[in-house]
């Protein structure tokens, strides 16, 4: 079972940060791609932030400057490090495994979900104005 498992999500005012954790059996970290996601009320999923096995990364264009995903293998644990966070990152944080990571000229340019993707229960972000 590779089932990851999020934490760290919470209640901040507007240009607060919140780091979120998400452990992960070893297996999940030999994929190629892992990230994070993200589903406000009424919307539709959307990704946030992507790491590649060579540490590449890539972002969502609302988020670029202010997050950054990492990872530590030693301790089969992907973070998300939110800064400046506004009232429209209010949502549902989900870190997943495998996804798809495109690549333009070798730079790593999107990502999707990918249909074998493992899901965790996900952790709750609310930003208030």
């Known amino acids: 079972q590779v089932q990851p498992v999020e934490s760290g999500g919470g209640s901040v005012q507007s240009g607060g940060s919140l780091k979120l954790s998400c452990v992960a059996p070893a297996d999940f970290f030999k994929y190629h791609c892992v990230g994070w996601f993200r589903q406000a009320p009424g919307k539709e999923r959307e990704g946030v932030a992507a790491i590649d096995s060579d540490g590449g990364t890539n972002y969502a264009d609302s988020v670029k400057g202010r997050f950054t995903i990492s990872q530590d293998n030693a301790k089969n644990t992907l973070y998300l490090q939110m800064n400046s966070l506004k009232p429209e990152d209010t949502a549902m944080y989900y870190c997943?495994?495998?996804?798809?990571?495109?690549?333009?000229?070798?730079?790593?340019?999107?990502?999707?979900?990918?249909?074998?993707?493992?899901w965790g229960q996900g952790t709750r972000v609310t930003v208030s104005s």
């Open positions: 997943t495994a495998p996804i798809n990571c495109y690549y333009k000229e070798d730079n790593f340019s999107s990502f999707s979900p990918h249909r074998d993707a493992h």
